[in-house]
């Protein structure tokens, strides 16, 4: 997919593949009729790494790479994470926000040229009832990211056996790549 076409999305979903060693997930397009579209990205991480990266390609032949995001960190309760394109060239960053964290998961998210990106879990309650009921950890939840109280962009979890999200972008500016790493990052990174 050309860099035009995928900024031109304000709709995505995620979804996630069950697989034993590895998490892979593939990012769609929303069709006109709200169905799922065409695959966008597919991204793999894997499981139990000292330094997390996660790689993310055009498709699931895992041929040409799109997008990256690593730790700056080794096991860092808050650790910050880089967001490169398939050059290696930054486009942005994002980072837990360890202390806000302890109640409502908080996000930081920074592309250069906009104002920083705050994402926090809508629902106290769930996010409450996700931390102290383990049985509970399957509850969907939704976050809403905006700069300066302008919303930016959300990311809902939706009801299920797998994870799937619907991310909805607000604003122009943000780079789909960057949204795209968070939400995969949302799933991936969100029990650590």
Excluded: C
């Excluded at 730790?71 to 290696?88: E, F, N, P």
């Amino acid at each position: 997919m050309q860099l035009d076409s995928l900024q031109a999305q304000q709709r995505f979903i995620v979804r996630q593949r069950i697989r034993m060693m590895v998490n892979q997930y593939e990012v769609h397009s929303v069709a006109p009729d709200g169905s799922e579209g065409g695959l966008l990205a597919f991204a793999q991480q894997k499981r139990l790494a000292f330094k997390e990266q996660v790689t993310i390609y055009t498709d699931d032949s895992k041929q040409y790479p799109l997008l990256g995001f690593k730790a700056r960190q080794r096991l860092d309760l808050g650790a910050t994470y880089d967001v490169t394109d398939h050059a290696g060239t930054p486009i942005g960053l994002f980072r837990k926000d360890f202390a806000q964290s302890l109640l409502r998961s908080t996000w930081h998210v920074e592309q250069a040229g906009l104002p920083q990106i705050t994402g926090q879990e809508r629902s106290l309650p769930v996010a409450l009832l996700r931390r102290f009921v383990d049985s509970l950890s399957w509850l969907p939840y939704h976050f809403d990211f905006v700069a300066n109280g302008q919303p930016v962009f959300s990311v809902d979890k939706k009801w299920g056996l797998r994870d799937r999200y619907v991310v909805d972008i607000h604003h122009p500016q943000i780079d789909r790549r960057l949204v795209i790493a968070m939400a995969v990052g949302l799933d991936a990174l969100q029990s650590r």
